[in-house]
């Protein structure tokens, strides 16, 4: 099972728009009111594999003060204004994707930043330590913000908010420390490297895959009525990224060597997807498959963008960089 799950993790930006087709088609012939009922325990379980395996004892590493407090002045400052202003200038009249967006820039890095970092020779170290702090920033500011920005149009009272996060990241890691604690101590760092880490976040694919083909099944008549909807939404996403490829770029390259700039690239522009899509489910439950919508088409984007810019590192940094191990399909 765990092979499969890695191969449809490794090629996620096919499978995604293919299970979003499909859903379409269910959500446009068949009741998915019924499917809703799965989404309690399949968000626990987008989040919970990540919690086991994430590295809290980087929260107290030393050094790097410099690069990760910039990441974190990106992270939620620029990028949280910036998607604001995107959702209000192109999706003026729709306050639910326009809270997606904000969604989105609210919860920055994933593990995906890891890898990313690592694949284009970064500073490995800091990009886990940028995750741990921007996790858990992001899941305290995340109401704060969403009650500044969107106030009363936001439709969610401020403490039913905090009260969902709590439910949706806090519960799942302490749930997941508590986890990591007992698999260390019964089999060791050794097998818990080897096997329980590579293995236990795959659980997270199916559980990320079964998500956004709920949250797009509970569109489907939007999507089929309106289809220009979905493409403008991808466009907007696209520029998104870009743009924020090319802002942290031009600062990573003006402030840090080039190990560190990495580090900054992937983890600011990086999102942690899984963890907004949980929310904007979790939190708006009666429309949170209009505000998961943008979030689903982001993973697309997001996959295609890091596969993208590492293509092109090269030319970005003029340097050599040809001993690069990744293949990018």
Known sequence: MFKMLNHIQEKLVIYLPITMILAIAYGYYFNPAGLKLFMPIIIFFMVYPMMVTLRYEELLAKGNGKLHLVAQIINFLVFPIMGYGIGKLFFPDNNYIIIGLLLMSLLPTSGMT?????????????????????????????????????GESGGIPFMDIINEIIKVVFVPMVLGYGSQKYLLKKYGRERFQNEFKKNIPLIATLALVG????????????IVANPIMLVKIFVVLAVSYTASFILVTIIAKAMFNREDGIALIYGTVMRNLSIALAIALSIYSTSGSEVALIVAVG???????????????????????????????
């Open 211 to 222: 998500i956004v083909f709920i949250s797009t099944a509970m569109r489907a008549n939007v």
């Open 299 to 329: 993973f697309v984007v997001q996959i295609q963008g890091a596969a993208l810019y590492l293509k092109i590192l090269d030319k970005v940094y003029k340097t050599d960089n040809s001993q690069l191990e990744l293949e990018v399909n």
């Open 114 to 150: 890891i890898s990313w970092t690592g694949f284009a020779k970064g500073n490995v170290p800091a990009a886990i330590k940028m995750m741990v702090i921007g996790l858990i920033l992001g899941s305290v500011l995340t109401p704060f913000y969403l009650n500044i920005f969107m």
